[in-house]
């Protein structure tokens, strides 16, 4: 298993602005995930981030939107970029493999 | 494409009960279905995981089965309560590396 965490676990920010999620891992792992959870529903996936490689992003969502770093095997940061309130969500990462996946607690953004 | 039904969306019971949450796929080419719990406003705990090959898995009061060809899963809860209240889904993980959730149900166990 593996513990995952983030950061910030909540923020309100101004339509406009960008904000970056930090997602840290306790142990090495090769893919990490990247889902939103818009209020009521389900999680849709983002991206998937390899070390080492560019993300790949999952119909619907851009590079230019979410851009994803992946700078080694325990961490990697989302951006949410030119917010609006339509981007209010949880940001959710996660990591492991693609069958079995570890969740971090979530980061709650609402735009304003 | 997977499709991941969760019904009922929402389900009230008084403490003690016990109760079936139901989860359905369209596709049965899966890998492995696992069960989550969400707290309100947070991530993710993972109760169970079936791989392909298991009819059920078991955690103390949790019991999951899974009927792969009839796409379906069931997650029983026994002597419900009150802080077993929160959201729970179902998500199916496919051969291709895409996981599917469902919409959840969300469970409320009165004392």
């Known amino acids: 298993s593996a513990v995952i965490s983030q950061k910030p676990s909540r923020d309100i920010c101004q339509r406009g602005t960008s904000l970056t999620i930090q997602c840290q891992v306790d142990?090495?792992?090769?893919?990490m995930f990247w889902y939103r959870q818009q209020p009521g529903q389900s999680l849709t996936l983002i991206a998937t981030?390899?070390?080492?490689?560019?993300?790949?992003?999952e119909s619907g969502f851009v590079i230019d939107k979410f851009p994803i770093s992946r700078p080694n095997l325990t961490f990697s940061t989302l951006t949410v970029s030119n917010m609006s309130p339509e981007d209010s969500s949880i940001y959710l990462c996660s990591a492991g493999h693609p069958y079995e996946q570890y969740f971090g607690p979530g980061t709650r953004l609402t735009v304003t | 494409k997977q499709e991941v039904t969760q019904i009922p969306a929402a389900l009230s019971v008084p403490e003690g009960e016990n109760l079936v949450l139901n989860c359905s796929f369209t596709d049965s080419a899966i890998y492995n279905l696992q069960w989550f719990r969400q707290d309100p406003g947070k991530g993710l705990t993972s109760l169970l995981l079936i791989q392909s090959s298991q009819r059920e898995q078991t955690s103390g009061r949790l019991n999951a089965s899974l009927d792969k060809s009839s796409g379906r899963s069931t997650l029983y809860i026994a002597a419900s309560q009150p802080g077993d209240s929160a959201t729970y889904l179902c998500?199916?993980?496919?051969?291709?590396?895409?996981?599917?959730f469902g919409a959840g149900t969300r469970l409320t166990v009165k004392p």
């Open positions: 998500a199916v993980a496919q051969a291709n590396n895409d996981m599917r």
């Open positions: 981030a390899n070390q080492g490689s560019e993300a790949t992003y």
């Open positions: 142990s090495q792992v090769t893919m």
